[in-house]
């Protein structure tokens, strides 16, 4: 399981389910347990959606250049 979720990303999943679950322990609902989803997401920092759609909000420290286009002298 590779990390897809980048910080900023963390951080508004962690307000998300944190007031999800105040919402749902406030109005007596279920609510409250669909707010462990985004704060489970974010203290993993795993996303099975966005595996789905090949999206990552990580950033990775280490970037690979792409090679430099050689342009080869045909006479």
């Known amino acids: 399981m590779e990390q897809n979720i980048g ?3 963390r951080i508004i999943r962690v307000v998300i389910g ?3 679950i105040l919402v749902g322990v406030v109005i007596h609902s279920w609510w409250a347990a669909i ?3 985004p704060l489970l997401t974010s203290l993993t920092g ?3 959606l966005y595996t789905l759609l090949k999206i990552s909000t990580r950033k990775t420290h280490e970037r690979q ?6 342009r080869s002298s045909k006479s």
Do not use: M, R, Y
Request: charge should be positive; hydrophobic fraction near 35%; proline fraction near 11%.
């Open 7 to 9: 910080k900023t990303d």
């Open 18 to 20: 944190l007031t999800i």
């Open 35 to 37: 707010g462990l989803v």
């Open 46 to 48: 795993f996303c099975p």
């Open 65 to 70: 250049e792409k090679p430099a286009k050689s």
